[in-house]
């Protein structure tokens, strides 16, 4: 049997994306740009089965036992594996199962870790290229486009040219470019009620949306400048600005999202005053409550020691810069 298990990240949006051009061809409205994760990560071991059999489609509990996958995680797996199938032209039944290291569905990109490491273990179950390119683009045929951004690590731009929008994704900077950390404040691990993809076809709704369109450019300017010149100062004031402003849309959408709850207002605000303070810390969220505490290795400590204890964090998960999905050589089954 031909096992192949593949672990690959999430990420977190520095630069958002919101609103898609073309939702069948996976493409944005707008050019985004993401720090891949290196403990958030996805699992996904996949092995033939005989022909004529049927796909098996299981997840890992915390508690490590193997349950068939949830409806809406079955959904998304065989749209992803179809999409694959047609591309390689590769009709082999599957055995796949998956497991998080983070929870699923609030918010903290489980959908670019869970189809990127779907997309590159099903290329290498067809003996092809692995390569981060690659990778992207098959990680994008799941819909899921923070998925394109998974494939690469450190500080990624989907796409990598701004004049074409429908271009590959491309990686800025390693990850030892500029080793940040991200202390993330897990507000509630339940599945959100509404998915980022329904988000994304509401975004055009709202009567800011085109003007943050038109904002976007000189914003990603100034934060590839950040990145590059590892100012974080720079790079906090967008990063916040842009996370404010991306949930501003949502919930002046027709009907309104609202992804935050209480303790994400009480963790920005505290945020804000500890940079206020002289720290090194700023942070953002994706279209989810959890709250992404980004910081220097320097104040790493400080910053975790000053927020701790805020009531209503029911989890804090301590990630960092990381590289982009690999082969293991141990299994889910």
Known sequence: MKRITVSSPSNIALIKYWGMRDEQLTQPNNVSLSMTLS?????????????????EILWKTSEGTLVPASNSMRFGIEHHLGQLRQHFDHWQPLRIATSNSFPTGAGIASSAAGFSALAMAFALQCDQS?????????????GSGSAARSAFGGFVQWPGDARQLAGPTQQF??????????????????????????????????????TRLDRLPERLATVRRAILNRDFNALADAVECEAVEMHMIAMTSQPPVFYWQPTTLVLLERVRQLRGEGLQVCATMDAGPNVHVLCTAQHRSQVF?????????????FDQAGDGPRQLDHHLF
């Not at 990850?175 to 507000?187: K, N, R, T």
Request: with cysteine.
């Open 130 to 142: 692995s390569d981060g390119a690659h990778i992207s683009e098959l990680a994008r045929l799941s």
């Open 305 to 317: 020691a000053a927020l701790r204890s805020l009531p209503g964090v029911i989890r804090w998960i």
């Open 173 to 210: 900077a390693p990850a030892h470019h500029w080793p940040l950390h991200d202390l993330i404040a897990v507000v509630d691990a339940r599945h959100k009620k509404v998915s980022s993809r329904q988000g994304h076809r509401l975004a055009s709704s709202s009567p800011f949306y085109q």
């Open 39 to 55: 403990q958030c990560v996805s699992l996904c071991t996949m092995a033939p089965l005989h022909r004529g059999s049927n796909d």
